[in-house]
């Protein structure tokens, strides 16, 4: 979709590491000692109806509370929480949803910290919660966003498609407009930042919020042209092609 500078040698043997070791996306376990857990994954496979969506949320609910010490449950429970934030009506019900996807995710967190899929889902759950609010919201969650981004990045730096990058950039560049020294103390001046989105867009181009994160980059940057030609990318381009989460 668009032509970034090519990745540099370090870049491109790092991502030939971890490429070699890992797939793209890093799916949730799922446990085979219960099999209420096979009925749960059956919902959850339905999940683009919204009814089949709840029922997996409910199942996952109870097998966390059958394993309250056990991560897996906090963080399926994290990703259908999620989802239905997708699928809710209104902005009211899907800050709710985005809410308690971040509760989750800080459920999971709590049994391990630096786990990837739980700092994944509690750091975007947080910046989804905030697009229903205000900058509040985002002054709350930033710094958290950024801590967990970078952790995950150092875990496991092409996790979700690579998208760990341009979420971090686009924490980043909110994180920016509430306080442009903000990173700077963080140690990512802006055009690292900028460098942290194209990687991602290289590694793979098809992810679209990549392209929204670029372009709000832009933006924060004062680089309107360069914004409205990513916007026009997004718009000119086949939506069948794309991935989204």
């Not at 096979?38 to 996952?60: D, P, S, V």
Request: glycine share 4%; with cysteine.
């Amino acid at each position: 979709l668009v032509q970034v500078r090519p990745l540099t040698a370090d870049e491109t043997a790092r991502l030939r590491a971890f490429g070699a070791k890992h797939m793209e996306f890093r799916e949730l376990v799922v446990p085979t000692d219960d099999p209420a857990w096979k009925t749960a994954i059956k919902h959850w496979n339905g999940r683009w109806n919204r009814e089949e969506a709840m029922k997996a949320y409910q199942l996952f609910g109870e097998l966390d509370k059958k394993y309250s010490n056990r991560i897996e449950p906090k963080l399926w429970l994290a990703r259908s929480s999620f989802w239905l934030h997708h699928l809710a009506e209104t902005s009211e019900e899907a800050a709710k949803w985005a809410l308690l996807a971040v509760k989750h995710g800080e459920r999971a967190r709590a049994i391990e910290p630096r786990n990837p899929a739980a700092c994944w889902w509690t750091a975007i759950s947080m910046g989804f919660h905030a697009s229903h609010g205000s900058n509040v919201l985002f002054a709350k969650y930033a710094f958290d966003c950024l801590m967990m981004l970078q952790i995950i990045i150092e875990e496991d730096p092409l996790y979700y498609y690579g998208g760990v990058q341009q979420f971090l950039a686009l924490a980043l560049a909110r994180t920016g407009k509430l306080a442009r020294k903000a990173i700077g103390i963080m140690g990512y001046p802006m055009p690292e930042a900028e460098r942290l989105v194209t990687f991602a867009i290289e590694y793979e181009p098809r992810f679209l919020e990549s392209y929204y994160a670029l372009a709000e980059l832009y933006i924060v940057m004062g680089k309107k042209d360069e914004a409205r030609k990513i916007i026009e990318l997004i718009l000119s381009a086949d939506p069948l092609s794309l991935i989204h989460i």
